[in-house]
Structures are given as structure tokens and as C-alpha cells.
């Protein structure tokens, strides 16, 4: 991980955490500090609050908050923001101010890019792919490989090259209230750095114009993208908060099939993989969306990280991932899961458990269409845990986990082996989440 070489004395920094638990200036400090949550007129400098989540342990969470005038930024456009970005080696604090939305599909004088344009040069046509791969000719045992595969990737990796943000260490990026601000077709990506804060922003059409085809993934192959909204790799110390994520304006009912398959142009909307680890997400709206967030790139992803903290989101017109959780322990707490169908997206399930993920679920609610049922909220592959408690259901407290196990041939374990402690906020009830979460989280929210 990137040092933090540029961060304030542990005492002073033990300063600002304070202030932000106390809401509270603390000038002797040097920092103006207020709680999270208050929508203060300092949104810019604010830090994660003491004992919030997995993010707020050991060093805690303050991002680019001791950012100077040379590395503070407000911009508009995507090369303003590439130019901010700066160096992901950089670690020197850096506070980026995000005024409006920004379309990721654009070259640095502005002008809208199409999957035509990343896809000149490179050979590779859809048309072509299909002929090249169609299971009736080549089969359904392996990869697609040669000359369209190659040059599907080539067209690939020239979108990712316009379209992936790779943020540094120390790093605050923040929507400016009142601009609609935020990413289309964009994929912030933070990998292997320390200390980042995403705020305010709206995630949306985070788009693959080359998916590609795998006739090995389950029983009749599927199409799989690339480019999660925002996806963690490798990162410690993130806080996620007050984001909207959604696949606006184009749904997945959009999407062609191929082979039988949906040509699948989303991957997930928060991706936390390859040992990530001391992370919270908190008050996002997640909506419209298929594979949302992933905890684990694998069931052999990093033991003794994956810790995360999720509370105080709202889950709606989501299909599946909410989240999927391995190996990792994670709180999941106040969070309001709405499962009616929502255009075209017809949930799955919410949780899944699974390669011994330590999941302790809290005081949620869930609110069911007529027909739906309690056993279809959770899964897992039967060596995950959920530990659940004050869950609601339409208003009534369910025990979630022996509902699904009644139902499943792969129970869910009903023991954690560890207790949360860092739970700053954290409600005693589930029932009034619906009401106060539909006007407290999301982006637009802050001021």
C-alpha cells in the first residue's frame, strides 16, 4: 500500500476524529471537522467519524482532507479530471471537486466517443465475433481465442484507457452540491492505494462495449464485462458514502441476446476484491442494477481482509449481490432492501454467504411484494455464516436465516466468529428505515 508520508501527527489527526464524533470545530488542530451526516456547509473537509464502520479502524479514513490550494481541484470535464487524478503513485493529499456530470465517453477536447470509435483500428466487429465463436461451430468447451478475441480486447482495452480513473492514496473526490454531479460511463478505480473518500456522486451507465463471450460460464455460457462503477482492488481505508449507482438510462431489458445469452454490458456497481479491506459504505442508493457489489474476487481471496461495514443504504430494483460476501468479516446494518421488481429487474436474492464469510446482519428491512418470500433473501453455498437479528420483513421481525435454510439443501451457519464494535449509529430498530432512509441517502443529499 502507498504510505501515508503526507498525513497530520497521530495526535492531531486523533483531533479531527474527535471533532467529527462531537460535531464540534476543533481549531487547535487545524482542521474544521463536522459529523458526516450533519450535510454541513464543509462537506469538502469532512472525515469518516470515529468508530463508523471497518474504515474508521486503526488510522482511520480522512482522504485528501489536508489537501493545499495546489492540490485542491473543481472540475467539469474528463481531462480536468484525469489532470487532477494526477499520478496513482502520487501520494501527496489531493481534494477533487466534482461540478456536474461528467460523460467518461470523451476525448480531451470534449468530443463524444462511441464504441465505433474504440473499436477502429482494431479489426474487431461484432458481426465477425459472433461467426468467429457461435457454439454450433465452435463449441462450447473453451475460451474464444484468436484473431476477433484479440482484437475484441484491443478495442476493449482502448475504452478502458478513456474510460478508467485510477485514483491515488489520500485522495477525497466529492460531487459539488446542487450540480447533479457525477460519472457516466466512467470506472473509478482504486487499487492498491490507502485513505480514499468517494462522495455526492451519481455512478451511472457504467458501459462495456465489448463483453465477452465464455461458453464455460455455467451450464449455457454467458457474455461478461469489465468495468465496474466504482471498483476497490487491493485498497484499505475507503469510505463510500452518499453515492447514487444505477445502469440509467439504459436497462438490462435493453440488452440483445447472443447465443441464448444476454449480452451482459454491466459488471457490478461497488466492487470490494483482491483483499480490500477496511472499508464502509454508507446512505448510497443502489438501484437498476444486476451483479451489484462483490466481496471477494474469489473463494480464495485474501483471509484476514474483506472487512467492511454496510449500513444505511438503500437497495432497490437490485437483482443479486447486496452483497456477495466471501471470507471477509462484514456488518451489514440499517439498510431498507426494497425486492418489488423495478424496470425489468427482478431480485434474486439480497445476501449471499459463501467461502466462510463471517456476515453479521442487523436491524434491515425488507419490504416483499405480494408472492415473494423470506426464503428467497439470503443464499449461500453452505459454509458462510449469517448472524441476524432485528431483521424486518414488511414490518415483522423474520429470522432470515431459517427461512432460507428451511427451503435450502446448503444452510446458512448462524454464528459469526466476531462481534462488531464499531457501529457509530447504528439504530436498535429497523422501522422506520423506509421512511428516513428515502430522504437521507443518495447523491444530491449533502450540501
Known amino acids: 500500500m502507498a504510505a501515508r508520508s503526507h498525513r497530520r501527527s497521530l495526535r492531531s489527526r486523533r483531533g479531527a476524529v474527535l471533532c467529527a464524533a462531537v460535531v464540534v470545530a476543533c481549531v487547535g488542530s487545524g482542521a474544521v471537522v463536522m459529523n458526516a451526516n450533519a450535510g454541513t456547509a464543509d462537506l469538502y473537509h469532512q472525515t469518516l467519524t470515529a468508530k463508523d464502520g471497518w474504515a474508521s479502524s486503526g488510522t482511520g479514513t480522512i482522504g485528501g482532507t489536508e489537501a493545499d490550494a495546489a492540490h485542491t481541484f473543481t472540475v467539469s470535464t474528463r481531462a480536468q479530471l484525469v489532470k487532477a487524478l494526477g499520478s496513482v503513485?502520487?501520494?501527496?493529499?489531493?481534494?477533487?471537486?466534482?461540478?456536474g456530470m461528467i460523460d467518461a465517453n470523451t476525448d480531451d477536447?470534449?468530443?463524444?466517443?462511441?464504441?465505433a470509435d474504440?473499436?477502429?483500428?482494431?479489426?474487431?466487429?461484432?458481426?465477425?465475433?459472433?461467426?468467429a465463436y457461435d457454439p454450433a461451430t465452435y463449441g462450447r468447451s473453451k475460451l474464444p481465442s484468436g484473431t476477433q478475441e484479440t482484437a475484441r480486447a484491443a478495442a476493449q482495452a482502448k475504452q478502458g484507457k478513456n474510460t478508467v480513473f485510477k485514483v491515488p492514496a489520500n485522495a477525497t473526490i466529492v460531487g459539488v452540491p446542487g450540480t447533479n454531479a457525477g460519472l457516466t460511463g466512467a470506472m473509478l478505480q482504486i487499487q492498491n492505494?490507502?485513505?480514499v473518500i468517494v462522495r455526492n456522486l451519481t455512478f451511472a451507465a457504467t458501459e462495456d462495449c465489448f463483453p465477452q463471450w465464455d461458453p464455460t460460464d455455467g451450464d449455457d455460457g454467458n457474455w461478461n464485462s469489465n468495468y465496474d462503477s466504482v471498483s476497490l482492488r487491493g485498497a484499505t481505508h475507503v469510505w463510500a458514502d452518499h453515492n447514487t449507482f444505477t445502469d440509467a438510462p439504459h436497462f438490462d431489458s435493453a440488452n440483445p441476446k447472443y447465443f441464448g445469452r444476454e449480452y451482459q454490458i454491466h459488471d457490478g456497481a461497488l466492487d470490494i476484491t483482491k483483499g480490500s479491506d477496511l472499508v464502509t459504505v454508507s446512505r448510497n442508493q443502489f438501484t437498476n442494477h444486476d451483479k451489484t457489489m462483490l466481496i471477494g474476487s474469489s473463494d480464495t481471496d485474501s483471509v484476514g481482509k474483506l472487512r467492511v461495514s454496510i449500513h444505511h443504504n438503500v437497495w432497490k430494483g437490485i437483482m443479486q449481490r447486496a452483497p456477495l460476501a466471501r471470507i471477509g468479516q462484514i456488518h451489514i446494518y440499517n439498510n431498507f432492501y426494497d425486492v418489488t421488481p423495478l424496470n425489468g429487474y427482478t431480485p434474486q436474492y439480497s445476501i449471499n454467504s459463501r467461502a466462510k464469510a463471517q456476515v453479521v446482519a442487523e436491524n434491515n428491512y425488507w419490504r416483499l411484494p405480494s408472492g415473494a418470500k423470506a426464503a428467497k433473501l439470503l443464499s449461500g453455498d453452505g459454509t458462510g455464516s449469517v448472524k441476524?437479528?432485528?431483521?424486518?420483513?414488511n414490518g415483522t421481525v423474520t429470522d432470515l436465516v431459517a427461512a432460507y435454510n428451511a427451503a435450502s439443501s446448503k444452510d446458512l451457519k448462524t454464528t459469526a466468529n466476531w462481534t462488531p464494535t464499531l457501529t457509530t449509529g447504528l439504530e436498535p430498530s429497523a422501522s422506520n428505515l423506509p421512511t428516513s432512509l428515502a430522504t437521507t441517502t443518495g447523491a444530491g443529499v449533502l450540501k
Open 89 to 99: 503513485s502520487d501520494t501527496t493529499p489531493r481534494l477533487i471537486k466534482i461540478n
Open 109 to 115: 477536447s470534449g468530443k463524444k466517443l462511441t464504441c
Open 118 to 131: 474504440y473499436a477502429l483500428g482494431t479489426g474487431y466487429s461484432l458481426s465477425a465475433y459472433l461467426k
Open 193 to 195: 492505494v490507502d485513505n
Open 388 to 393: 441476524g437479528s432485528g431483521n424486518l420483513v
